[in-house]
């Protein structure tokens, strides 16, 4: 079967109904989406198909047959990370790092389909997505910061500055 | 220290957002097995019939692996502290929690691995479990671990005691009582990443293992003390880890890869399940904690008796530990001059429990300013001023023994009032952590005291 991934086609041989996860990790060697739970829970696994953010432990090879597949690497390399990435970066977005490929990809859709989200939009888009280290704040602050085009792609410079506590739900207490 | 207090690059960050972080499950090895174990489905029985050869014999698997199969199987995570052993690496005669690995398989891929893992012939006989850790000294309390009911080995006694003072005069002297009961429940560590391990036999005979563990050294020692082999056949690889919060400091898969890998002769993987993750891998332990406290009726704790209660679950691993840790802590961040604190680990049919962010002392902080605003609630005194009061200071002694040279509790009372705009009369606002006089040495607080520093031996300060 043909599939598609990052703009380069490939042969597959797995039967139809393994999962996207497993022919793009042991088939491929694409290791960015991960297996944290293989049952649709956690979001690690994400991947873009036709530019939509979806579970990729869920889905059988045959779903997916003639769709364009995008996975962290098909973003962008380290010296020319995509805003979704640098943003990330610049935020400490990424702790351990084991959920941010499929936070970065389903920023990346959300940057893509509605660049002018609200943070409601945003937190809506991201749920589903579970992160046990960041507590969330960071990752919402990386991908408003992407939505709003205000990313420095050059790497953070070491500063002394206070952050500002950023309120995400409103009314929760600060 | 320039660092402290900067924004600085991660130093990971880059590979974190581009992919390129290589955690155990994505080392890419050529031709490597899939593990998958038998569990254990019951919280407690006897292996009466334990048979593996109908799996051996199944087309694609490679190795399997029985208690039968590891050199040293019981072994013991403070062994090296001179605490016996008590947990089997994979079970021979009982199984004492639900999800206790038994067997384990390695096959070309996880569907035949669990294949395999059905063909295993086993047969239990069922017994009682247990798991109200109240109950523990119960006379009817049903035999679940060779050790009895509680964690036998603290010196001459079976539990952790601390004693300080006379806290029978405290309760004596003292105009109102307060009583608190806290039980902080288990909870699941749940790093994104699962368990993982990696062993990779090499041509020179040694072992490479690729490993998720959060202590290296710690569980390179593990791996060579089941295996009976010296460390310099191990090489470990690892400090990528996708989230552990304290549950992978114990080894977890480590040395069943090892074996696995021995006896096929072939790099063997085992990735847990998220299944796997909550039934079987270790988690914060539940506390019972009991505190009375011996009060004024202006707000002074003269003596605190404790009863804790921690639940180990089926085996001991660093339970021991844990509760010493919480022992030391379970004044909190105030000074109480006599005391008398009983802290047990108690075996349960739980899967055993570990360390997890604090480990030992997140329970104990917990009970000890619940039970501080409970005191402020029954004196109908200032929650905030009753904690300033019997706040740590220079010279004070703690529960062990310890003479505080730089406690910090008063400063951070009061920046954590600042932040939140609390109101509090000038005399508590202008304290600080300076040694004990006038009205902030009562009586009660005198025998206490530490000697003085005299030289600048780098003390006070
Ligand atoms: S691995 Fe697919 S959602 Fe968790
Ligand atoms: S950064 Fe560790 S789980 Fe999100």
Redesign the interface.
Known sequence: MKLTVNGVEHDVQAPQLASLLHVL?EEL?L??P??????G??G?CTVLVDGEPRRSCLLPLAAVEGAAIT???G????DE?SPM??A??EH?A?Q??????GF?LAGTALLNGSPGATREEVLEALSGH????TGYVKIVRAVEAALHGEVHPE?????????ETDVLIPGSPA | MKAVGARLPRYDGVAHVTGRTTYVDDVRIRGILWTKALRSPHHHAAITRLDASKAEALPGVHAVVTHEDVPKNVYGHLEALGIPADEPLLAENDVRYKGQPIAVVAAGDEDTAREAVELIEIEYEERPAFFDIRKALDPDWPQIHQWGPVYPHFGPHNHRRVRKGNVDRAFDEADVIVEGVYRPQAIEHCPLEPQTALAVPEADGRLTIYSCTQAMYFSMGVVAAHLEWPLNKLKFVGGTVGGGFGGKVDTATETICALLALKSKQPVKWRWTREEEFLASSTRAPWHMEIADALTNDGWILGRRMLTLHDSGAYARFSPYGVTKHAFHHTGAYTIPNVHFDGYVVFTNRVPTTAMRGFGVTSVSFAVETQMNRIAEVLDLDPLQIRLKNANRIGDTTANRITLKDPSTVPVVLAAADRIGYDLPAEYRSMTSDRRSGELLPEHLVAQLGVEETSGNGGGR
């Open positions: 990790r060697d290791t960015s991960k297996a944290g739970c293989q049952q829970g956690c690690t996975t962290v690497e973003l962008g390399a380290a990370l990435q640098a990330f970066d400490y990424a351990c790092g084991f959920c941010t490929s970065l579970v992160c046990r280290c790497r953070v410079e070491a500063s002394f500055e206070p952050e």
